[in-house]
């Protein structure tokens, strides 16, 4: 399927249902709403990861040092994004993922290596249970939040808590990359004022089951809102950035 980024045409390995012409205009409607609030200009842009795996992330790399606190929901099969900050900052990175493609990710010999902190658990809008099902595509390995058949529960923490338990007092960069529970954490993060400068978001739209294009459009509206800027997006891939 072709969707829109800045740049323009991408084409995605999703397809959506052949009777969705309504949905095909409301993808170009973002894609036009997205270009009128994206600022662009900035110098300090760049992007790291594996663009083959669709494990790349752009981000602002202004005000990052190797004290920086970096936070990475989300492990699944690829943390080359994770390797490239500690080559290029020095930073510490704490990853957090309770699926067991992660826990065979994180054993591999070239991912233990001291700037990583694992956490077998999952990042939530509130501290709780949740039910993961298999991957729908079990060669990229990313299990998600459903009832369905399969579904095994894991513990999933939310950011404050995670803040207090690691004697952080704020985040620097944060990535989410965990199968839509990505609006339960943004939410949180608005609704307790958590101060994270940077944050790096996959929205789930369009590649879920039961999550809206609506859901994204309110939580973006709701950090432009706050004072997050939105900086670039390629993709469902977005990086938001805080005025002050």
Known sequence: MTVFDKSGPVTTGWSPPKDTKLRRRLLYARYLLKRALLIRGSSDLSTLGNVSTGCSWTFCTKGLTRDSIVYSGGVGNDISFEHALVREFGCDVKLFDPSTTALATMSRFENKIPQFSFFTVGLTGRSRKLRLA???????????????????????????????QNHDQQIDLL?????????????????????????????HDGILPGIRLRDSLRVIFRLIARGYRLVAEVGNNHTFIYRS
């Not at 399969?150 to 803040?163: R, Y």
């Not at 990535?175 to 996959?202: C, H, M, N, S, T």
């Open 134 to 164: 298999p991957p729908l595509d079990a060669q990229e390995g990313s299990w998600y939040s459903s009832e369905a058949a399969g579904a095994v529960e894991v513990p999933c923490i939310d950011l404050g808590t995670l803040l207090k």
């Open 175 to 203: 990535k989410l990359d965990i199968e839509g529970a990505e609006y339960g954490v943004l939410d949180d993060i608005l609704r307790d004022r958590i101060p994270v400068r940077q944050i790096l978001v996959e929205f």
